[in-house]
């Protein structure tokens, strides 16, 4: 298929063969020399370019029995239950599990239309069995969405059951997010060891537009479009669809991966009238000049048949719509397969492996047989960031450790605070240092002579809390007081590479409009930062000295950064002030609902606790140009930089008419109160489902047996 052939890598002075129109900005100087580059073996290179050369992915299908069903594109397909929401009953129906959708119909079809009898977006969700005491049937499993919606599911037996589960699984990691952090990531793990030119020859460019560095900064992860189109419905081309004679009207879409979801106003946005989807298609301008619709375009699939006709608000809509279609075809399990094999074989290369679990059958130590992702753990259970290379700790026994609101991690069976000196481990079981992060082999958690904990950072250089380098050759103690050998210390530092990789991805992901960071050596944010000194998410306070200034995945010192054109904003953003207008889009148009002052440190997040209360739209997403953002995007995106104005939609597609429009100011102090509120609210919630047994690790994880 198109989307399986592999060509040259894009290297950071070339453009997008699939988009012109977003050129590979030219690549700045290091600011730093880095991490010192290590000696990679010729045999390992050429072994390296024929593995990427091999790299091309089939579709996998597979049918309810297992088998190869004659339709492509489907991982599964076959018959299950689903328990109906309104009359709670139990319904029989064909479901297909196609990239991160499953799709149903009353009965097995050649074509699978554009009317599925339900979709559901599985992006992030959350998939689990069910007991059948809980759920009046054998071979239950539900599946629980980002928009809160639950489904319940019945299948034949309990291989088949487990199979469905197992796929969705993978279903689930195939979004527009995670194509361009794993794009982002091979890229970044190409050019940490100087195999960008190996990669650029033997590798998969036809993907390159999700390492596009100025796509990756003007898009939110989330990818995708959505808002008001005007459109006379699918497939009106068709002799069944000409009888219903259905005229042109304003309707709902939004872009979603690889699928196009089609809704009625006031429709909840969990229950589309129409999907199509998008692999095969093309998206052409419909030149009609006698047309009363300026903005019009096609959307058809030359395979199947499929087709609809659109009309945008304006050229710049158009042409935002046109390009997320184009993107959104590419947003598939065989492409995301693609570039997982890819950023396996570069991190084999790259990347050291983590130390072995000291668990397994017998007690056997074992060690993961492919480096993960740097990206696998990115917040911990409570949706708090972790620090570049960190993973969520938990004990021996598989409790997980709690961050409480000070910033001290928290053993929610007995509430004792951690020390940095007692054991703790990642959700495999693999042990960690003193700051969460998995040991390289051979490695143990070092400590200097005071008991404060030492860390490898980004440049391969060991240092203490106060930011201070520790020399490789002077003592290292470990958690009982005892010096550490040579040969485990010097081991400590192949963490390095990963902690760079982590910080070049995070820097590469960033929005153009994103706040910059202030770090530690260890990559690791502050809790606070005053003027003399700063405290680390441990509730440690540290000197000025320890803070440090991320640029483009570089870590540089604080007082040399504020020298810099390109930080000279970081010294007072305060300054900068503006009001945002808050504009809600519905089928007559658009409608203002408010304004906001603003200044250059205010965040999209403080301006949601500042309005949520003015508003009459329940758990409202922002949409920036069309595209959603998550509330982590949220976190650090700046509200000046999305001025003049931002849209906002809920859930349901109702009518909002406000009768007075609010005008709100971010009221630093309030913020941090309420922040601070949240934060200990959250807290308790998440103790309390610890001890409820929820996020325990599986039985038979006990590290202690």
């Known amino acids: 298929t198109p989307h399986n052939k592999h060509s040259t890598f894009l290297s950071s002075k070339s453009t997008c063969p699939t988009h012109p129109q977003y050129p590979q900005q030219q690549k700045k100087e ?11 073996s010729q045999t390992k290179l050429d072994k390296l370019a024929a593995d990427l050369e ?18 492509p594109l489907f991982q599964r397909q076959g018959y299950l239950e689903k328990l109906g929401h309104q009359r709670h009953k139990w319904f029989k129906r064909f479901f297909v599990l196609r990239d991160s959708f499953l799709l149903s119909y009353n009965l097995q079809k050649s074509d699978f239309t554009t009317e599925p009898r339900s979709c559901v977006h599985l992006g992030n969700c959350k998939v689990v069995q069910v007991n059948p005491a809980n759920a009046d049937k054998d071979f239950c499993f539900s599946i629980s969405t980002e928009t809160g919606d639950t489904f319940l599911f019945s299948a034949s037996s309990d291989r088949e059951r487990q199979d469905w589960i197992d796929d969705i699984q993978v279903a689930r990691q195939v979004t527009h997010a995670n194509m361009v ?3 982002v990531e091979n890229q970044c793990l190409a050019e940490e060891k100087g195999l960008a030119a190996v990669s650029r020859e033997k590798s998969t460019a036809s993907l390159a537009i999700f390492c596009n560095s100025s796509y990756v900064q003007e898009t939110p992860l989330t990818g995708g479009m959505e808002g008001w189109l005007t459109t006379n419905g699918f497939n009106q081309g068709t002799k069944a669809a000409a009888q219903k004679k259905a005229g042109w009207k304003r309707c709902y879409f939004m872009l979603r991966d690889s699928h196009l979801l089609m809704f009625h106003a006031g429709d909840i946005l969990s229950k589309p009238r129409g999907v199509m989807y998008l692999v095969g298609t093309v998206n052409e301008l419909n030149q009609d000049a006698t047309s009363d619709l300026p903005f019009r375009f096609c959307v058809r699939s030359p395979s199947c048949g499929d087709m609809i006709e659109l009309a945008a608000t304006s050229n710049k809509s158009l042409k935002r719509w046109r390009q997320a279609l184009s993107v959104g075809s590419r947003v598939t399990y065989p492409d995301f397969r693609c570039l997982e094999k890819e950023r396996q074989l570069l991190a084999a290369v790259v990347l050291t492996p983590r130390a072995p679990t000291p668990r397994g059958p017998g007690g056997t130590p074992q060690l993961r047989e492919n480096p993960p992702s740097v990206l696998d753990e990115e917040v911990d259970i409570q949706g708090n960031s972790l620090a570049p290379g960190a993973v969520q700790p938990y004990t021996a026994e598989g409790v997980p450790l709690l961050r409480a609101p000070d910033g001290q991690l928290i053993n929610p069976n007995t509430q004792a605070v951690v020390s940095s000196k007692e054991p703790r481990f990642s959700s495999e079981g693999e042990p960690l240092d003193a700051f969460n992060r998995p040991l390289p082999p051979e490695a143990v958690p070092m400590f200097d002579q005071a008991g404060k904990p030492v860390g490898v950072g980004p440049d391969g250089q060991h240092y203490n809390l106060a930011g201070e380098v520790v020399d490789k050759f002077t003592p290292h103690f470990d958690s009982e007081g005892q010096q550490v050998e040579q040969d485990k210390v010097n081991a400590a530092s192949a963490v390095a590479p990963t902690i760079a990789v982590a910080l070049k991805v995070r820097a590469k992901l960033k929005g153009e409009n994103e706040v910059a960071e202030t770090v530690d050596p260890l990559g690791r944010t502050f809790q606070a930062v005053g003027d003399n000194e700063l405290t680390t998410h441990d509730g440690e306070v540290v000197p000025n000295s320890a803070r440090r200034i991320e640029i483009d995945g570089q870590l540089v010192d604080y007082e040399e950064a504020k020298k810099m054109e390109e930080v000279q904003e970081l010294q007072d953003p305060a300054e900068e002030k503006g009001t945002l207008n808050i504009l809600i889009e519905n089928e007559d148009g658009e409608q203002p609902l408010g304004e906001v002052e603003v200044d250059g440190n205010t965040t999209l997040a403080e301006v949601r606790s500042t309005i949520s209360s003015k508003m009459n739209v329940p758990d409202f997403t922002f949409l920036l140009n069309g595209v959603p953002l998550t509330k982590l995007e949220e976190r650090s995106r700046r509200a000046i930089k999305a001025m003049p104005e931002i849209t906002v939609r809920g859930k349901e597609l109702k009518q909002e008419k406000p009768d007075v429009k609010f005008t709100a100011k971010v009221a630093v102090m309030q913020m941090e109160q309420e922040k601070k ?4 609210n959250e807290f308790a919630n998440v103790l309390a489902k610890v001890r409820g047994g929820q996020f325990l690790r599986s039985v038979g994880r006990d590290l202690t047996q």
């Not at 290091?30 to 990679?40: Q, T």
Request: charged share 20%; hydrophobic share 40%.
């Open 677 to 680: 509120a949240t934060e200990e």
């Open 30 to 40: 290091s600011i730093m020399s880095g991490v010192p580059k290590l000696n990679v």
């Open 181 to 183: 952090k794993l794009a």
């Open 54 to 71: 091999k790299l091309q992915i089939p579709p996998a299908v597979k049918g309810g029995d297992g088998s190869a069903p004659p339709v």
